[in-house]
């Protein structure tokens, strides 16, 4: 079966792949739009710590992708990519159906990478979708559950304790988070929180090395102590095996062994592998195989084909891969797939970085703001929430989201960890939150003079958000 020979074909819905056809569908582009994707919901992996907590629904950062498309004119398959001929301009899927393109929309995104230590993709559990996270979430229940029943005491400890290998932002957000949640649920329990241990092991001496949020490690180093459970720290420690109930480790030059019940991975990702069988020289590839770009993020041997976030490389002006950044290319492409219709050459993408945004805990995170102002705790937490749940493409469900989050904010609903978190009257704590939060977010709201055109087509009104101050549209 071959479909339309002039469709744009999207592969992978993450934030690129999916706001670049989200914004085909508004811009009346002519074309078919298809999208493909192998899972059913889109996983809003910026908010995946909240989905593990509690903090946030199921609903409201693991949506389904039909819900996200509806009233669009994109055409969503769900299916896996198998093969992708750039010479014939045709995509093959796992069903067996072949898609001709126009054009051609690679945000596959990437691929969690285990650095071939041995068994880690066999014992060790990753973070990257909302299936991963609701996974976690069960396992780390059911080792507090085996623990309050268990006696001997040296058990209790190994499933009382959690390492995360890798200490970039990956990492330190799940520490933290999880450094508040487990003893609220241990608690529940009739457990001594005094007994879990949360471990960040790191290869180097450096947290967030190298990351576009290094500027902040002090403000992270503090956080990380003054958890519920302070977390603690293996520094300079280069795993060499995961076991079933524990990390082998070699540490100035020795072998050890921690122990634990639960072993998250958060260590890094790979491009994905699919890349790699593209016809591509390897002079125009990076030294992680991703593709090269041009500034208009379009490849240099198939200008028909852009590329975005972890598929795409471009020396010259490299970017982090946060959802930001990946915002702002989706558009990007969508406008000059739109100007390539019309006859006008693509322009390059200018990405503006204004800040970065990290949790910290529970009710706690930072907001970076233009790489000046840090915002911390509550109202930190507040902006962050705010902005994520901004980046949700579908009004009609931005708008209940939005709804639901504010309510929960204001009077702590279905809050697990409100009666530890916030202390007798979590009312007036949420209240307090939510005027801090406005009233700090409130100048970046307002700054832009001109609501942007995206958000009339989605039926939002007023002013841009903030999301639009942290994520402007590129000129």
Same mark, same amino acid.
């Given at each position: 079966?071959?479909?339309?020979s ?34 059913? +919901? ?6 995946? !710590? ?11 950062? !693991? ?7 509806? %009233? ?9 990519v ?5 010479? =014939?301009?045709?995509? &093959?899927?796992?069903?067996g ?19 071939? /230590?041995? $068994? ?21 229940? =059911? ?12 058990? +209790? ?8 290998? *890798? ?9 933290? /988070?999880?450094?508040?949640l487990? #003893? ?8 001594d ?16 090395? %190298? ?5 902040l ?9 003054? +958890? ?16 079933a ?15 634990? *019940?639960?072993?998250?991975? &958060? ?27 041009? #500034? &208009? ?56 970085? +204004?800040? /970065? ?14 790489? @000046?102002?840090?915002? @911390?705790?509550?109202?930190g ?8 749940? =901004?980046?949700? #493409? ?5 708008? @209940? ?12 609903? $279905?809050?697990?960890?409100s009666?530890i978190?916030?202390?007798?009257t ?10 801090? *939060? ?17 958000? =009339? ?19």
């Amino acid at each position: 079966m071959q479909q339309a020979s002039h469709a744009t074909v999207i592969l992978g819905g993450g934030f690129a792949g999916l706001f670049t056809a989200l914004h085909l569908s508004h811009q009346n582009y002519p074309h078919p739009i298809i999208l493909i994707e192998q899972r059913d +919901r889109f996983s809003f992996k910026p908010l995946l !710590y909240e989905l593990l907590s509690g903090e946030l629904h199921s609903a409201q950062v !693991y949506p389904r992708y039909k819900e996200l498309l509806a %009233g669009s004119s994109v055409t969503f398959v769900q299916d896996t990519v198998k093969s992708i001929h750039l010479n =014939q301009r045709r995509v &093959t899927v796992a069903s067996g159906k072949v898609f001709d393109y126009s054009n051609l929309v690679l945000a596959l995104g990437g691929k969690t990478t285990y650095f071939n /230590t041995p $068994d880690a993709a066999e014992y060790a559990m990753p973070l990257t979708s909302g299936e991963e996270a609701i996974a976690l979430r069960k396992h780390l229940r =059911q080792r507090l559950h085996q623990a309050i029943q268990t006696q001997d005491s040296e058990s +209790r400890r190994l499933l009382l304790t959690v390492a995360i290998i *890798g200490a970039g932002p990956a990492g330190i957000e799940l520490a933290c /988070t999880l450094a508040d949640l487990l #003893p609220i649920w241990y608690d529940e329990l009739g457990g001594d929180a005094n007994e879990i241990q949360i471990v960040l092991i790191n290869r180097s001496r450096e947290i967030l090395k %190298g990351d576009v949020n290094s500027h902040l490690r002090c403000t992270v180093q503090r956080a990380l102590k003054h +958890r519920v459970v302070p977390v603690d720290f293996l520094f300079d420690a280069a795993v060499t095996k995961i076991q079933a109930d524990g990390v082998e480790y070699r540490q100035h030059d020795k072998i050890q062994v921690l122990q634990a *019940g639960t072993i998250a991975w &958060t260590a890094g990702t790979a491009p994905n592998p699919l890349l790699m069988e593209l016809p591509i020289l390897a002079q125009r590839r990076d030294q992680r195989g991703r593709l090269v770009v041009t #500034p &208009t993020l379009q490849l240099l041997d198939f200008p028909e084909v852009f590329a975005a976030g972890d598929c795409a490389a471009d020396s010259d002006n490299p970017q982090p891969p946060t959802a930001q950044v990946a915002y702002q290319q989706g558009k990007a492409i969508a406008q000059n797939l739109q100007r390539l219709w019309e006859g006008n050459p693509a322009i390059p993408v200018q990405i503006q970085m +204004r800040g /970065t945004l990290m949790k910290l805990g529970l009710n706690e995170g930072v907001a970076n703001l233009f790489n @000046k102002v840090q915002i @911390k705790g509550q109202p930190g937490h507040f902006i962050r929430e705010a902005t994520y749940l =901004q980046l949700l #493409p579908n009004s009609a469900h931005n708008r @209940k989201v939005t709804t639901e989050w504010l309510t929960d904010e204001l009077f702590q609903r $279905d809050r697990p960890f409100s009666h530890i978190q916030l202390g007798q009257t979590p009312w007036l704590s949420g209240i307090a939150t939510v005027a801090a *939060g406005l009233i700090l977010a409130t100048p970046l709201v307002w700054r832009a003079a001109q609501p942007m055109q995206f958000q =009339q087509n989605f039926g939002w009104t007023g002013v841009p958000t903030l999301l639009d101050q942290l994520a402007p549209p590129p000129h």
